[in-house]
């Protein structure tokens, strides 16, 4: 039987805070084994241009990068969806790091929020895992 991605377990991989984050975790396509950046480096004797090459990753290693999804972008999505004007004016012109500490603050005073916000990252990092199996054609289970 061909191996398949667990969507539910790939997406605690796929989740980043910062639009510049370095590519940390990776899947061998030959045993579905999921790598972290180091691992490579050791194991495999990758240098730091191959892993962040995908295409020399790909043909020479049966490697591909797993999909990063920068979940302060959905925070402001989120609170912008949640229709709060004094919210969305209060995010407008944060940047990454006030965004992602103001998010942590209002959850901290709104339980409700941040059970809405964990069923919305939850939901958007799955459909982000479901995107990238699609792109690699990966055989997936939801």
């Not at 480096?41 to 990068?65: A, V």
């Not at 999909?67 to 972008?73: A, E, I």
């Not at 012109?93 to 809405?116: A, H, K």
């Amino acid at each position: 039987m061909k191996n398949k991605i667990e969507i539910a377990k790939i997406i605690q991989y796929g989740a980043i805070y910062i639009s510049k984050c370095e590519q940390y975790y990776y899947l061998s396509l030959d045993d579905f084994v999921i790598y972290e950046r180091n691992d490579l480096k050791i194991s495999f004797g990758l240098q730091d241009d191959t892993l962040n090459d995908p295409i020399q990753l790909y043909d020479d290693f049966r490697i591909i990068p797993v999909f990063q999804l920068n979940l302060t972008n959905e925070m402001r999505n989120f609170l912008e969806k949640e229709n709060n004007k004094k919210i969305t004016r209060e995010i407008k012109n944060l940047n990454e790091n006030e965004l992602y500490m103001y998010f942590r603050i209002i959850c901290e005073s709104d339980s409700l929020l941040g059970d809405r916000w964990g069923r919305y990252a939850k939901e958007c990092l799955f459909n982000a895992a479901i995107e990238w199996c699609k792109k690699y054609h990966l055989p997936y289970n939801v």
